[in-house]
């Protein structure tokens, strides 16, 4: 009987400690209560010491001035550990201070000192931005930022530019350029001097960034958390090389099925979210050791990743959907082989590198190294110099039903990759569509009003995997070509010197493509190999698009689409790339069939070029955001 009671009073034990608990968040909290909705916590990084998996962390109003450094993750997906936002409450998470009792230096000049103990352990203001493949023009930068009202001013390099600014002309806001601050440090104290032009810092917000992140576990392995809902920005946020521990705002380290989701993500110095490496497996290691190329360090990183647990039961597996992300001076999104396996699905991405105070080989809207069988869908990236960038191991990734305008670079840049890739029901309304310096990709039922560039690179051996794996099965230069583009509209706005509209720059590509029923109009070339497409030199289609904030509209006329004869695009018909020998399939093998649209509708058995199916000779006109 005593053994029986021993047994029944575990059973009791062991049930309530995995019942799952809803923990409360208040700016009125104390830390020392329990965490009840009546005794809520005052801080979410309380909350995370408490919370176990199958927990929900509930933050309410207000301003949190914190790094939440969260020690566990959840279970499974079934089992997470979520924060979030509550209902209809607007929820921030800042990596900066309010600073007051600014000094009047001089003008419209004014001065703040600080003791450097006000930084702790880290002083934003002394540290500086460095990395791989990190371009300075030539002057420093720091990851601290000065924020007047919610916008960050722009550093000087020196106190002469901020008591006389200078407008930037080449930049989408020049007037805001010369918003300016420039800082000097000691052993100690740190002084920060700031034009504010007509405003008194004293009676305005003002802020400066003074956390590395928003939210970040310091331990890799933290794996299944999801946060939702909440307004994070203000980070003094570091380079993200794809060599480096890559730290966001929001940063998932080295781990697996996390969910961001709805949140509002800005004013990063660097990058918003980032879903990607950890420090042990090489920080930086071209800079530290320029004795070698850095592509030659990269996949020895890559190789140490494998030895690292790099695999789908590890890592990867995110999902990033319906965030708005802005304000970022690196990436809205980026992940270095930390991203495979995920989604990343109806996001607003938009005014990214917009300062273009330092440049660097990992800037764009979204920017993904080994996005293998990553599904990158439904997002609108505008304003954001490039929009997607695809750069090694890009091996079936769908990229599908986005919408992109207003990229001065271009669209999409896929960078020494072997494929297969699929590029499907896409919308590319910028100047440059396509950078191609790849192979084995697929382009169907896109709209391209915009250019194509191509080009191999010989100089480089990238790898391949196993199909639907991060095993590495090879490596190989990129000779260009073994691509795919069926059921394409090319509308061409305007026809500029050296650049190419259309199919036609594959003809002289080292590996032969696989093109037909295409519609080029108003002067784009056709592959010469190409047996069926629609030629219309002389007929401008009139592309135009309408950005209207928060509903975006597309516009265009056609003729002679009667002549064309498509048919369904599939797995059968796109064959395999050549490289890997892996067919252009779903990451669980089944096949796949291309028979709706844009819009997610049904298709007809000879569908309609491009991205739109309900579509006829005559003006046709969309709202596609």
């Known amino acids: 009987m005593k053994t029986v ?22 700016v009125n909290g104390n830390d020392a209560g329990s965490g009840s909705e009546a005794a809520p916590f005052k801080t979410i990084g309380r909350a995370a010491e408490v919370a176990y998996a199958g927990d929900v962390i509930t933050v309410h109003a207000g301003t949190y001035r914190e790094w939440v450094n969260p020690p566990r993750g959840g279970e499974s997906d079934e089992r997470r550990i979520v924060y979030r936002a509550a209902a209809g409450e607007r ?4 990596g900066s201070e309010r600073i007051a009792n600014w000094q009047k230096d001089e003008g419209e000049v004014w001065k703040i000192v600080l003791p450097n103990s006000f930084f702790g352990d880290y002083n934003p203001y002394k540290d500086l931005i460095y990395g791989d493949w990190f371009w300075n023009n030539w002057r420093d930068h720091h990851t601290g930022e000065v924020f007047l009202n919610g916008k960050s001013l722009y550093e000087a390099d020196s106190l002469h530019k901020v008591r006389n600014p200078v407008a930037n002309s080449k930049i989408i806001d020049p007037e805001g350029s010369t918003y300016v601050w ?3 440090s000691d052993e100690q104290t740190t002084t920060i001097w700031a034009n504010f032009h007509k405003y008194n810092p004293n009676k305005e917000e003002v802020e400066i960034s003074l956390r590395r992140t928003c939210f970040y576990p310091s331990n890799p392995g933290i794996n299944y958390l999801t946060i939702q809902g909440f307004h994070i920005s203000q980070a003094a946020t ?9 730290i966001g705002m929001i940063a998932t380290h080295w781990n697996k099925g996390w969910i961001i989701e709805n949140n509002v993500i800005s004013n990063s110095k660097c990058s918003g979210i980032t879903l990607g490496k950890e420090r042990g497996t090489g920080h930086n290691v071209w800079l530290n050791d320029q004795s070698i190329d850095g592509s030659l360090h990269y996949i020895e990183v890559v190789f140490r990743t494998l030895r690292n647990g790099w695999s789908k039961e590890n890592i990867g597996s995110h999902i990033v959907r319906n965030n708005e992300i802005f304000a970022c001076e690196q990436t809205g999104i980026c992940g270095s082989m930390g991203a495979a396996f995920s989604i990343i699905e109806n996001n607003y991405i938009h005014h990214i590198w917009t300062k273009r105070q330092f440049q660097g080989a990992e800037i764009a809207g979204i920017k993904f190294h080994a996005a293998i069988d990553t599904r990158i869908g439904n997002n609108r990236l505008h304003s954001v110099g490039r929009g997607l960038w695809c750069d090694w191991m890009t091996q079936g990734t769908w990229i599908y039903r986005n919408l992109f305008y207003d990229n001065d670079l271009e669209d999409i840049y896929v960078e020494v990759n072997h494929g297969p890739y699929l590029v499907e029901n896409n919308i590319f309304a910028s100047t440059v569509n396509i950078w191609d310096m790849s192979q084995g990709g697929a382009f169907v ?17 990238t790898p391949y995997h196993l199909p639907h794996s991060t095993e590495v099965a090879g490596l190989s230069i990129i000779i260009n070509g073994d691509n795919r583009f069926y059921n394409n509209l090319f509308l061409p706005v305007s026809l500029k010197e050296k650049l190419s509209y259309g199919t036609a720059i594959y003809n002289k590509t080292g590996y032969p493509s696989f093109i037909d029923c295409n519609a080029y109009y108003n002067g784009a070339q056709a592959y010469e190999k190409e047996e069926h497409k629609l030629v219309q030199p002389d007929f401008d289609p009139e592309f135009r698009l309408e950005d209207k904030g928060n509903e975006v509209y597309v516009s265009f006329t056609l003729q002679g689409l009667a002549n064309l004869p498509t048919s369904t695009v599939n797995t059968e018909r796109l064959g395999k790339a050549k490289m890997p020998k892996q067919a252009y399939e779903q990451p669980d093998g089944s096949p796949i069939v291309i028979n709706y649209d844009y819009f997610g509708r049904q298709r007809g058995e000879r569908p309609a070029p491009g991205p739109f199916e309900q579509i006829k000779d005559g003006e046709v006109r969309r709202k596609v955001w």
């Open 5 to 26: 009671f021993i047994y029944c009073i575990m059973t009791i034990f062991l049930a309530g400690s995995i019942e799952a608990r809803e923990y409360h968040v208040s």
């Open 91 to 94: 929820v921030e998470i800042k």
């Open 182 to 184: 420039y800082c000097r």
């Open 238 to 246: 570091q380079w993200g090389a794809p060599t480096a521990e890559q």
């Open 445 to 461: 039922h896109n709209l391209f009003a915009g250019s194509v560039r191509a080009h191999p690179e010989r100089g480089r051996y």
